[in-house]
């Protein structure tokens, strides 16, 4: 009798032993299946970070086109803009060369009616 619980008691342990190695089995599978899908997660996250990279630096580059444009506009409309003064101011002094007398008279004229206006 002592063979035959020596058997049972091997039987037992062999059965032990085998749910023990499916255990490790299943616990190695669902490990490495959990780190399949959290791979496939982590490069989705990666690829849409990238994306969205590309996408805001794309942005900022028409922006910094956009007031580099802006900026040579208003530099054009200044230089216009002065270029007018200056040819202005030019006819002015011609004026005033060509007619001191009216040119004096105008400018105390002007400048009465400028004090009229800012007195009220």
């Not at 230089?79 to 400018?107: F, G, M, N, T």
Request: charged share 35%; hydrophobic share 35%; net charge negative.
């Amino acid at each position: 009798m002592n063979n035959e619980v020596q058997t049972n008691e091997n039987n037992v342990q062999g059965r032990i032993d085998q749910g023990a190695e499916r255990i490790k089995q299943a616990t190695s599978d669902a490990v490495a299946s959990s780190k399949e899908k959290f791979d496939r997660a982590a490069d989705r996250v990666e690829e849409r970070v990238h994306h969205a990279t590309d996408k805001a630096a794309h942005a900022a580059n028409r922006a910094s086109d956009k007031v580099s444009e802006a900026t040579e506009r208003g530099r054009e409309a200044y230089d216009h803009a002065r270029e007018r003064a200056d040819e202005w101011l030019e006819e002015v002094r011609e004026y005033v060369r060509e007619k001191p007398v009216q040119a004096v008279a105008i400018a105390l004229g002007a400048g009465w009616l400028l004090g009229r206006i800012l007195r009220r």
